[in-house]
């Protein structure tokens, strides 16, 4: 079954950049929305990015549009989100999740985390000075 893991969280500076990726194992992506989501203390996780599974369609959050970059390598079975402008409240544990879409679905994709039923460990970003 389809396993992700994320990876490239660090501690970065405001106004930095830096790159997440989501590696998949288990399963090719192909047939799969990729999703990323991140959670900071005392706030309810957030959908901020998603790609769908024919790459042709992405959505971002209003906090990340501009800033943000999903992206796919189908080669690798692997998710990017580059990330630049970083701002203190970009600081969070950020999640990729994935969900199987079919037929016409497949040139869509959203950023309810109710809708994704493959989920990463997380990896931790924080922007400070």
């Known amino acids: 079954q389809l396993q992700l893991v994320e990876s490239g969280g660090d501690l970065v500076q405001p106004g930095g950049s830096l790159r997440l990726s989501c590696a998949a194992s288990?399963?090719?992506?192909?047939?799969?929305?990729i999703a990323w989501f991140r959670q900071a203390p005392g706030k309810e996780r957030e959908g901020i990015s998603c790609i769908s599974p024919s790459g042709s369609s992405t959505n971002y959050a209003d906090s990340v549009k501009g800033r943000f970059t999903i992206s796919r390598d189908t080669a690798k079975d692997t998710i990017y989100l580059q990330m630049n402008s970083l701002k203190p409240e970009d600081t969070a544990i950020y999640y990729c999740?994935?969900?199987?879409?079919?037929?016409?679905?497949?040139?869509?994709?959203?950023?309810?985390?109710?809708?994704?039923?493959?989920w990463g460990q997380g990896t931790q970003v924080t922007v400070s000075s």
């Open positions: 999740a994935a969900v199987p879409r079919v037929g016409t679905l497949r040139f869509s994709c959203n950023i309810l985390p109710v809708r994704y039923n493959y």
């Open positions: 288990g399963a090719t992506l192909d047939y799969y929305a």
